[in-house]
């Protein structure tokens, strides 16, 4: 006889027997898969948030991407990849903290910091433990010799900068320049090095003291006498993303007509929320970002990443590198994986394909003009320009 | 110069709104809200919901912020602050609980929003351009919605009955109970009040500064110095304060831009100076 008893106890002999059967009989490729730590130590809260984010997500969205397809061959092992993080907060005390756990964790390969000071404040830990790690910071310093372990994540403005004035001078007749900067390390070296780029193209420099506080709300007091000088173009000296809106608002809001710039990746939402059509014209630095050059392996990274997260980060088109970067330069040399002295001399000769371009673009590291050595991802440098809620390709350019 | 000083007293009128709230939790409850700045990011939130991703009127936004933010204000008082003071007998407790609430509502916010600067469409287009002073007309309505908000707060503390129950309060909370006015319903209305304000002035500044889940730290930062320069716990110091910090910062900016940027610390050299001289600000403590 059937009672209710009975009934639940099949039940229940149901459910554990499905999932004895699912956990024993479907030994699935993952589980037997090796795992590969990759770190990320940066900022993911307070106001530079944005930055560290879009690369936490973007190593996130092509690691779980990969796992689903199996995991990553490296040598004679499959793994799949994880991705351990830390939020340093912009404190380069945090970013020491952070470097020393990934240390501790085994981990070899780290990316991150975002800032200057961070960025720095890591070496020591880096180099003494064996760690390869991928800052989007500029300072000279962390790239060139005696320091090896530091790879520039991304296009620095001192690359970027004089061939957007190159180009804004020869195309748009600018012929003075002003430049405005948040009061902190990043934003300030980068501000001295685009006046220092911008006297060398002949470029009349009317403005290059005026700063202010990274958590200024209102930029109108700021602006009011620089936009009084009514230079050609004005340069948003490494502007966040937060900020930048803002800025482009308040300077055409007191009827500033010339062009707009920065060297610094920006997200075409926050610029149409932020300036709406004010923000027509302004012109940034982003990678594989424009339909025109990207892949549909990149339009498929965009669609993941928003399922993943709800809204896509367009300073993802950077950010989406670095992970790439570091599997394919191991599968190069699977010997790398715990040996980051083979990493090193695989990245003289590497060259793989770029899944994130059309054609036939390559994945390699540069550097060796500005640094002496090759410690920079080649990063497509496109120079953007916003229009209605979109970027358009103005050009595109390399670095060697 | 008229730009200059244009763009000072309309910095000043956000301002003096924006520390209006943190004064009066003080002066009710001897309470450094450091949350008041994640207060105002949420109210800033609330309203680019609304209005932004809904479309509903702006108005309703501005609504739903200062409810919003009362409630939670109100919560607050009743769980978690008039416990920690009923219990401890240390001024630190309730410091400790506000940065933690801060850093609570800041990862909250970081969850439920993003880390994206968010902003919505402009309330009013065009911009005003006459005998020397460009100011877009949206900043026009918010510092005049900010100074009737000032105007109305004020009138509502000098002649309301709510109003004075919380001014007994505030200058004395031993005689205010000895008289019959209770403690607990009108602090909880004095916190649900500052709350409300920081949700208020945050809905009505997203229209033109826009919001971002980090920037509550330094609004908290910046309320503080104003609330310093006017005397905590003093509605007058507060609305001064705002105008002092805001023509401060439109002159120094100006007068000062080819030393770089020093005007924070022009104003913060002013301020060790001004408070050695005059501890409790223009106005001190108690208000009344």
Do not use: C
């Not at chain 2, 501005?62 to 007998?89: N, P």
């Not at chain 2, 911009?127 to 105007?151: C, K, Q, S, T, W």
């Amino acid at each position: 006889m059937i009672n209710r008893r009975s009934t639940l106890k099949s039940m229940v002999l149901g459910a554990v027997s499905t999932l004895a059967i699912a956990a024993v009989g479907i030994p699935s490729a993952q589980a037997e898969n090796k795992e590969l730590k990759i770190g990320f130590v940066g900022v993911t809260s307070g106001p530079a948030a944005a930055w560290g984010t879009s690369n936490v997500r973007s190593m996130q969205t092509r690691a779980a991407w990969l796992n689903e397809k199996g995991g990553v061959k490296i040598g004679d092992d499959t793994y799949n990849i994880n991705i351990v993080t830390f939020d340093d907060q912009k404190d380069p005390k945090r970013a020491i903290a952070g470097m020393e756990k990934m240390a501790q964790e085994g981990i070899h390969y780290v990316v991150g910091p975002n800032v200057d000071d961070g960025a720095a404040a890591v070496r020591p830990v880096a180099e003494a433990n064996g760690i390869i790690y991928f800052p989007y910071a500029f300072p000279k310093a962390l790239y060139q010799k005696p320091a090896s372990n530091a790879v520039l994540g991304m296009i620095a403005n001192y690359q970027s900068g004089p061939a957007i004035y190159k180009y804004l001078k020869e195309n748009k007749g600018v012929k003075t320049i002003a430049f405005v900067a948040a009061n902190e390390s990043d934003p300030l070296s980068q501000r001295d090095s685009g006046v220092e780029a911008a006297k060398a193209l002949g470029l009349d420099v009317v403005a290059q003291n005026d700063t202010y506080q990274n958590d200024t709300r209102d930029f109108t007091p700021v602006l009011t006498p620089i936009v009084a000088l009514k230079p050609d173009l004005l340069v948003l000296s490494g502007v966040a993303p937060a900020n930048a809106p803002l800025l482009i608002r308040a300077a055409r809001e007191l009827g500033f007509e010339g062009l707009i710039s920065t060297e610094t990746a920006q997200d075409a939402k926050v610029l149409e929320e932020g300036a709406g059509e004010y923000a027509n014209g302004f012109i940034s630095v982003g990678g594989a970002s424009t339909p025109e050059i990207a892949s549909d392996e990149m339009k498929e990274f965009v669609a993941r990443y928003t399922k993943m997260f709800g809204e896509y980060n367009d300073e993802s088109n950077t950010k989406v590198y670095a992970l790439e970067y570091i599997i394919d330069t191991l599968k190069a040399n699977p010997a790398a994986i715990n040996n980051v002295d083979e990493f090193k001399k695989t990245m003289d000769t590497f060259s793989a394909p770029n899944p994130f371009l059309k054609g036939d673009a390559k994945l390699s590291y540069v550097g060796a003009t500005s640094f002496g050595q090759k410690r920079q991802l080649a990063v497509p440098m496109v120079v953007n320009e916003y229009k209605d809620g979109a970027f358009q390709t103005l050009f595109v350019g390399s670095v060697d | 110069m008229e730009q200059v000083i244009a763009n000072g007293l309309y910095l000043g009128a956000q301002y003096a709104l924006i520390a209006l709230g943190l004064t009066l939790i003080f002066a009710l409850m001897n309470v450094l809200n450091f949350a008041h700045g994640q207060m105002y990011v949420l109210g800033g939130f609330i309203t680019y919901t609304v209005y932004g991703q809904l479309g509903l009127p702006f108005v309703m936004a501005l609504l739903a912020s200062g409810i919003t933010l009362a409630i939670i204000g109100a919560l607050m008082e009743k769980f978690l602050f008039r416990t920690v003071i009923r219990r401890s007998l240390r001024e630190e407790s309730t410091m400790l609980l506000a940065a933690a609430t801060a850093f609570f509502f800041d990862a909250v916010i970081l969850l439920l929003f993003g880390e994206k600067q968010r902003g919505v469409p402009k309330i009013v287009k065009g911009v005003f351009n006459e005998g020397g002073i460009i100011m877009p007309y949206d900043r026009l309505v918010v510092g005049a919605l900010a100074l009737i908000f000032i105007a109305a707060f004020v009138l509502y503390m000098q002649y309301s009955r709510v109003g004075r129950a919380m001014r007994a309060l505030a200058q004395d909370r031993v005689a205010a109970q000895l008289m019959g006015v209770k403690v607990d319903r009108y602090s909880m209305i004095g916190f649900a009040m500052g709350a409300m304000l920081a949700g208020i002035v945050g809905g009505l500044l997203v229209t033109i500064t826009g919001v971002n889940s980090g920037i509550g730290g330094p609004i908290s930062i910046k309320a503080f110095l104003m609330v310093m320069i006017g005397g905590a716990g003093v509605v007058g110091g507060a609305i001064a304060g705002g105008f002092i910090l805001g023509m401060m910062e439109s002159i120094g900016l100006t007068v000062l831009r080819q030393y770089g940027d020093v005007t924070y610390l022009a104003i913060f050299a002013a301020l060790m100076v001004f408070l050695s001289i005059r501890p409790n600000g223009l106005m001190g403590k108690p208000w009344g």
